[in-house]
Structure formats: C-alpha cells, structure tokens
C-alpha cells in the first residue's frame, strides 16, 4: 500500500475529514425527546347524553342521536337537540317524558355448581355463586330467585332491578326445566299423580310434563313447570317420600345451558335480552 492510498484511509474515517462521519452527542447534539401528553383521566360522572340514553336501555346510542336531534330527550325540563351535549349523573334526563336510570343494565348467566350458596353474603366461609362471577362485571350484579346450596344449574345474575321483580313475581309463570335424579325409582303411579297435581302448602303445585329421561334409569325424570315457588321442584317428590339427589336447571325463561360448561358464566345476547324484557 502506497502512502497517499494510507492518507486517503485516514481521511474517511475520524474528524479529520472524509465522507463518512460518527454520530456525536458531546456537544449538545442528542435528539430531542418529544413530550408525551398525559391525558387528564375522565370523570365518570359526566357522559355524553347519548351515552347516557343508551344505557338506560332505551335505544342504541346511534338511535339516541336520531332522537335527541328530534328533541325527544329532555335534560332539566329543557329539550337538549346538541350533538355531543354531556351530561351528569345527578341530571334529570326524559325520554318522552319518562325518567331514565343512566346505570347500564347488564345480565350474565351461570352454571352453578353444586355446593355453592347463593346468598350474597356468607359469614361461615362457604363457597357462594356470586364469587364465580365477581370478575364478570364492575357493576353489582345480583341473582335473580333463590337456587339452594345442592342444586345446579343457570343462575341469572343482573342490575336490572325492574326486571328481577318481574321475572320474581308469582303471576309472571316462568318455564324451567329440571333434571331430576332420584334416590329410588319413580313408580309410574307417582309419576301420574304429579302429573294431575300434587298439593303443598293447601296448594295446587301444576306442572307442564314430566317424563322419565330416555335411556336412563326411572331414577331420573325430566320436569317442566311454570311456577316461581321457591324449591318448588324438591318439596314436591319429598312430598311423595323422594329424596332428590340431583336437580338441575336446565332451562330457564328461554335460557339454556348450551356450550356452558358447569362453574362458567356468560353474557346474555341481545337477543336474550330482548325476550327477557317482553316478561311482564
């Protein structure tokens, strides 16, 4: 190698020149950091109106706008047609005159396991069904009726106040269907009592059907009743000398246990929703 061919070298690296120059930070040169904007956190007592309407169970919030725009929907006393307007949990807010509840109603659906109390408390430390769905929702959601301690079965939970007293008032005849296991079989002279009445409490317990479960043993029955009697379904083979060692909800108002494995809950669709809000 020549000497001007060793110059030339050192001419292309370093500060002496060249083309090729190392990034230097020394003097002040480092980039410059963007800020990063912190956003202020939301208050969650001030949403936007159509929010507000939707979910008081109204309308969607693309269908509030359309009724807000046609002065439907009243904030104060005063009809509110802003796109946008926000409001505040403490504000009265109409639609069509009617007061609305801005909490958004939400329903789940639970398999209950066997062995877990349904009570909302349980001071002796027992396992309960409202600890199976404490991460379903930030809402407090409450089981609509009472499911003893040893059945199973679909459990629903909502914040619905409105609609858990409906679906909970006797002259409002809910469809369920149990599963039903037997310590013994059941004659069919017992089957035929039950399926003409049987009385409880100087009253007539009607149900819809009842049949022995296909092949199976004649330890266990299938039942389809329409009354809102708090274990009903039990007191009605103990009536009979029956002790029931399995009783399981399978349906209930519509719903059903498909794909819902026992201890796992569910959102209802919207088009459970819709059927449930029909009860009256």
């Not at 120059?21 to 003097?27: D, P, Q, V």
Request: net charge positive; charged share 30%.
């Amino acid at each position: 190698m020549s000497r001007s061919d060793s110059n030339n070298d050192n001419k292309s690296s370093g500060r002496e020149g060249g083309t090729f120059r190392k990034k230097s930070y020394a003097r002040g040169n480092a980039p410059i950091k963007k800020k990063i904007e912190t956003r202020k956190p939301s208050n969650p007592n001030v949403l936007r109106l159509n929010r507000y309407v939707a979910n008081s169970g109204v309308c969607s919030r693309r269908e509030a706008d359309i009724y807000i725009a046609a002065g439907s929907v009243t904030v104060n006393g005063k009809p509110i047609i802003e796109m946008g307007y926000k409001v505040q949990l403490t504000d009265e807010v109409r639609f069509d005159g009617r007061l609305l509840n801005p909490i958004k109603k939400e329903y789940i659906v639970l398999n209950k396991p066997k062995d877990f109390a349904t009570s909302t408390r349980d001071g002796s430390g027992n396992r309960t069904a409202m600890g199976l769905v404490s991460n379903a929702s930030k809402a407090k959601l409450l089981p609509v009726g009472k499911m003893d301690k040893a059945s199973t079965g679909l459990l629903l939970f909502t914040n619905d106040g409105d609609l858990t007293a409906r679906l909970n008032s006797p002259k409002n005849g809910l469809r369920k269907i149990f599963h039903v296991e037997l310590t013994k079989p059941l004659k069919s002279t017992d089957l035929k009592r039950i399926k003409e009445g049987i009385e409880i409490e100087e009253s007539i317990v009607r149900i819809q059907d009842i049949s022995y479960i296909e092949n199976a043993p004649k330890t266990q029955v299938g039942i389809e009743i329409f009354s809102t009697r708090n274990n009903i379904v039990r007191r009605l083979f103990e009536k009979l000398d029956y002790d029931v060692v399995k009783l399981d909800l399978v349906v209930y108002a519509g719903l059903t246990k498909k794909d819902l494995p026992r201890g796992h809950w569910r959102p209802l669709t919207e088009q459970e929703i819709i059927n449930l809000g029909m009860i009256k």
